[in-house]
C-alpha cells in the first residue's frame, strides 16, 4: 500500500488507488487484507478508480482499542473523503455486511455491491454454531492461541481437519495468525449471525448482491434475502462459481454495475 491516511480516532489506514472512472473502495473479508482483493481492483481498473485498504488491524493499517463496527464505518468514511467524497462500496464475506452497515448509517456512497455476505441464519444451526464459535475465538484469543483461533474460523467455514491441519504446514500460516485478532472484528460485524432485515431497510441507494451458483445454498438464499430486504436490490448467480470467486467472473458483473 503506497499512501495513508488517518481515521476519526486516529488509526492510520494504508491504501493504494488504480485506474480510471467512477471511484469504487473494495473492503476484504475475515482472514484478508487489501492484498486479497487486489487483484479484483486490477481487472475493474480499465473501467473503475478502484481503491483497495488494509482493514484496521491488518496489513499496514494500524488499530485502536477498544473495537467497535461504527470505527470501521469510520474508516470507509476517511477513504471516501480521501478520494474525493463520491464512491461506492463493494465488499466480499463479512467485508459485505461491513459495507451494508456503512451504507445503513448513512455515509454518502453512490451503490454497493456485495460478494456472498455469510448471514449464518440461512444454515441449518449457524446461528447456534456462530455463538459457541464467538465464546471460543474470545477464549483463544485472550490467551493468544493466534492458531487455535484460525483453525476455529476454518471449521467454521466448513474445511475439513485434514486440509487445516495441512494449512498448518503451508507458508500461508504465518499470515494468517497475523490477522488471527481481527477475527473478532467480522464476527462483531456480523452481529448475532441474523440477517438485519429492519437495518437493511435503510438503505437508500441501490444494492447488488451477487452469490456463486456452486456455493452452498444457504449461502445464496442469505444473498437473496438482502436483496429482497433493501429497497432497490438486485440478486446475480455466478454459475460454477465458489466463496473462493474469480475476479475474472466477477469483473464484468461489477463493472457494468458500478459504471451504469
Not at 36 to 63: E, K, M, Q
Amino acid at each position: 500500500m503506497d499512501k495513508k491516511t488517518i481515521s476519526r480516532d486516529g488509526t492510520s489506514l494504508a491504501y493504494e488507488v488504480t485506474g480510471e472512472g467512477p471511484t469504487v473502495i473494495l473492503v476484504c473479508g475475515a482472514m484478508s487484507t487489501g492484498g486479497t482483493v487486489a487483484p479484483l481492483a486490477r481487472r475493474l481498473a480499465d473501467r473503475c478508480t478502484a481503491v483497495v485498504y488494509d482493514r484496521r488491524g491488518r496489513g499496514a493499517s494500524g488499530d485502536t482499542a477498544p473495537y467497535a463496527v461504527a470505527r470501521e464505518v469510520e474508516d470507509l468514511a476517511a477513504l471516501i473523503d480521501v478520494v474525493g467524497g463520491d464512491a461506492a462500496l463493494f465488499g466480499v464475506s463479512s467485508g459485505g455486511a461491513l459495507v451494508l452497515e456503512a451504507a445503513a448509517s448513512g455515509l454518502p456512497v453512490r451503490r454497493v455491491a456485495v460478494y456472498e455476505a455469510p448471514y449464518l441464519d440461512f444454515m441449518a444451526g449457524g446461528a447456534e454454531d456462530k455463538a459457541t464459535y464467538r465464546e471460543n475465538l474470545d477464549a483463544a484469543l485472550a490467551e493468544d492461541r493466534r492458531g487455535d483461533a484460525v483453525e476455529l474460523f476454518l471449521r467454521l467455514t466448513g474445511l475439513g481437519e485434514e486440509m487445516i491441519q495441512g494449512a498448518r504446514q503451508s507458508p500461508m500460516w504465518a499470515g494468517m495468525e497475523a490477522v488471527a485478532p481481527s477475527l473478532a472484528y467480522d464476527d462483531t460485524v456480523l452481529g448475532d449471525g441474523l440477517l438485519p432485515r429492519e437495518r437493511l431497510a435503510a438503505i437508500s441507494v441501490p444494492v447488488l448482491c451477487v452469490a456463486g451458483g456452486a456455493s452452498p445454498e444457504w449461502m445464496r438464499a442469505a444473498n437473496r434475502e438482502i436483496a429482497e430486504a433493501v429497497p432497490r436490490g438486485s440478486y446475480h448467480v455466478l454459475e460454477g462459481q465458489t466463496h473462493m470467486v474469480e475476479p475474472d467472473v466477477l469483473k464484468p458483473v461489477l463493472a457494468e454495475f458500478f459504471t451504469d
